[in-house]
């Protein structure tokens, strides 16, 4: 998983990440819901595990 800006991955964070029974849900990721915040992005599976990524993470002090 990346998570970037302007659509640039140089600029952005990498992690690994296992998702949850997405195999078995084509539209899995379409049901996923990310929320952007001043203090990082969230990204909330259809299961309910979040992932939150601080901004500090993505952005690099930029």
């Known amino acids: 998983?990346?998570?970037?800006?302007?659509g640039d991955s140089l600029y952005g964070h990498w992690t690994e990440y296992e998702f949850h029974n997405y195999h078995n849900e084509p539209d899995y990721f379409?049901?996923?819901v990310v929320t952007w915040a001043p203090d990082g992005v969230t990204l909330t599976e259809p299961t309910g595990h979040k992932l939150f990524i601080p901004k500090n993470a993505f952005i690099g002090g930029r």
């Open 1 to 6: 998983m990346v998570s970037h800006v302007h």
């Open 30 to 32: 379409l049901r996923c």
